[in-house]
């Protein structure tokens, strides 16, 4: 199956009343889509990565009662999980799109991870385009803009990811679920491929031992 793009039916899947409904939705609409853009790009952000990536999509098995606010898929070097480990996403809430390098906090080395960002916070800063957003809670739409994300609150964020164990950091961009790019499937897979290509230093930075 070619990809080819969201489209507003996608985005409405979050509006579906109750678990089951929504799940179905999910299953119908976003998946086959997110099979399709791991078929694409997997390889190409293999090569990027420097090693193999593995495609995971979100199954919301452990819901047992509330339906998910969103849904996502990730790229991780692990053939068998990826929340334990740095990874890219691409995902969508009722209101947009999300493609994120995603460090969150079942990590069991999140602490090391966060000091060498810490070590590295001029980079970071200087690495992280002004149009990105940042986030420090997966579960929430709420993120940042890089461009009001001064050193001094950076690096306040990196050391709150470090020290406090429910933080996460998230880098990226958000694309409004208007937005026509959303409906051109080969120009968002490019614009997916570049974004990540952009955040490749903080992965490699966050899995190099």
Not at 47 to 55: C, D, K, N, R
Not at 168 to 190: A, K, N, Q
Request: aromatic share 10%; proline share 5%; glycine share 4%.
């Amino acid at each position: 199956m070619t990809f080819i793009g969201f489209t507003r039916q996608d985005f409405e899947t979050f509006h579906i009343e109750g678990l089951d409904p929504r799940m179905k939705a999910i299953q119908e609409r976003i998946q086959p889509k997110f099979k399709s853009i791991g078929q694409a790009l997997c390889d190409d952000l293999s090569l990027l990565a420097g090693s193999e990536l593995h495609v995971h999509i979100a199954k919301h098995a452990r819901r047992k009662t509330n339906a998910p606010k969103d849904t996502w898929m990730a790229f991780c070097h692990n053939k068998r999980g990826y929340k334990q480990h740095p990874h890219f996403q691409i995902g969508l809430f009722d209101d947009r799109l999300f493609l994120w390098f995603a460090l969150i906090y079942e990590l069991p080395n999140k602490q090391s991870i966060a000091q060498k960002f810490i070590d590295h916070a001029d980079d970071m800063k200087d690495l992280i385009p002004s149009d990105y957003v940042l986030s420090f809670d997966h579960m929430k739409k709420d993120a940042v803009p890089a461009a009001e994300l001064d050193q001094t609150r950076l690096a306040h964020e990196l050391i709150r990811f470090r020290d406090v164990k429910k933080a996460e950091l998230l880098v990226g961009r958000h694309i409004r679920f208007d937005d026509p790019l959303l409906l051109d499937g080969p120009e968002l897979l490019r614009k997916a491929v570049e974004t990540f290509e952009t955040l490749m230093p903080l992965y490699k930075l966050s899995t190099v031992s």
